[in-house]
């Protein structure tokens, strides 16, 4: 049977930094919703095209696309033992149609460690975020900086700064957060998976109570 886990969490709480981290431990896959509509957007397909504004404006694409987006990819062969999702489900409509889509499959959200860390510290995170361009491995310039600035330890290639981390869309994106995904915590603790991770610990103890909480669940 697949196993399946959501990282849920604020903008900048770590979702994509621990997933890199953990996902190998795991044996499944990392699948950032983010990270496939940048793809697409650099690539200039019909779903970048139709997703590029809301993302430039820090709002939600349309759950229509994101849903048939990631449906889509959870069927790929590297799929096939479940997944590490990271940015999805961001709304209660998406988390509705994950658990359908997974009982198709004979699989279920197994386990969803909440990693909370507190807005006011959410700005500073993604201002001093740098991504690499090939893979979009993370970094911080005081938190986690690259051994050599400006490029990517792991495969070399170029940090680049994202647009929607810009002080404004950060706000808004927040904002987002706040209204459209937290009703997702109450949702997964009703269905006992949910597990909170203090997001504000340093990078390596986080990685090392996510796994705990994996663990149990
Ligand atoms: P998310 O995927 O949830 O948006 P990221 O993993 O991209 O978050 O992390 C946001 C920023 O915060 C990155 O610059 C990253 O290096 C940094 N970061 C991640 N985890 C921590 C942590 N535990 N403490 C300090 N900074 C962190
Ligand atoms: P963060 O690092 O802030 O968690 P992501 O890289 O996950 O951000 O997402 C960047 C943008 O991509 C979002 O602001 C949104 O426009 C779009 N996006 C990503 N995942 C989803 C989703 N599940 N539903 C709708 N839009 C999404």
């Not at 990392?30 to 095209?49: A, C, V």
């Not at 994106?173 to 909170?196: C, F, H, N």
Request: glycine share 10%.
């Amino acid at each position: 049977m697949p196993s399946y886990v959501v990282l849920l969490g604020p903008p900048g709480a770590g979702k994509g930094t621990q997933a890199e981290l953990i996902s190998e431990k795991l044996n499944l896959a990392h699948i950032s919703s983010g990270d496939i509509f940048r793809e697409n957007l650099k690539n200039q397909t019909e779903l970048g095209k139709q997703a590029q504004g809301y993302m430039n404006r820090g709002e939600l694409v349309p759950d229509d696309l994101t849903i048939e987006m990631i449906k889509d990819r959870l069927q790929r062969p590297d799929c096939k033992e479940g997944a590490l999702l990271d940015g999805f489900p961001r709304t209660p409509a998406q988390a509705e149609a994950l658990g359908k889509m997974l009982a198709e499959w004979n699989g279920k959200v197994e386990c969803v460690p909440y990693i909370s860390v507190p807005p006011k510290e959410l700005v500073g995170r993604l201002s001093g975020r740098w991504t690499c361009k090939e893979q979009g491995h993370v970094y911080h310039e005081t938190f986690n900086p690259p051994k050599v600035a400006g490029k990517c330890d792991i495969d070399g290639s170029e940090l680049y700064q994202r647009d929607d981390d810009k002080a404004e869309t950060v706000e808004r994106r927040i904002k987002v957060y706040l209204e459209q995904t937290t009703p997702l915590i109450d949702y997964y603790r009703k269905q006992g998976v949910l597990a909170e991770v203090d997001g504000t610990l340093p990078i390596e103890q986080v990685t090392t109570l996510l796994l705990k909480a994996i663990e149990k669940g």
